[in-house]
């Protein structure tokens, strides 16, 4: 299976800003959290950071034709407005679209309530933390 994990704005910073949200663990312990989980269940993953809505896109379009089975996706603030990241990930179908987020976003500020991605995502993992990530994989592998 190969996967693109990609991460939205801010991401970056997790270790750095609102610990008591995002926690103490920075974002190159996310990476290789991610990387080694796929290693041992012998997934293909890119992982990728941007703060840049555009940059996002073209990187889940060229998914399309890079043959990429998945997409798992964290896209920071980008989740509760952005119609163009939307409207990509609806463009590449039939590679699977699985929705993450570190914290629980249903349960916080009401402008964070929304999500626009999880209209064309399969599932959303969300709540707890890095581990957010790797039940996506493992979910990607069991359906």
């Given at each position: 299976m190969k996967i693109l994990v990609?991460?939205?704005p801010n991401i970056n910073f997790i270790g750095i800003r609102e610990k008591n949200i995002y926690g103490e663990k920075n974002y190159k312990f996310l990476v290789k959290k991610i990387q080694d989980h796929a290693k041992k269940l012998k997934v293909k993953a890119k992982i990728i950071q941007s703060n840049h809505e555009g940059f996002l896109i073209d990187l889940i379009q060229k998914c399309y034709f890079k043959k990429y089975d998945a997409?798992?996706?964290n896209p920071g603030a980008y989740t509760h407005y952005s119609i163009a990241l939307l409207d990509a990930l609806k463009s590449v179908s039939p590679i699977r679209i699985i929705e993450v987020h570190l914290s629980d976003i249903f349960n916080r500020e009401?402008?964070?309530?929304?999500?626009?991605?999880?209209?064309?995502?399969?599932?959303?993992?969300?709540?707890?933390?890095i581990d957010s990530y790797l039940e996506a994989i493992d979910y990607l592998l069991i359906k």
């Open positions: 990609l991460n939205g997409i798992i996706i009401i402008y964070r309530n929304k999500s626009l991605i999880s209209e064309v995502s399969e599932k959303v993992f969300f709540g707890k933390g």
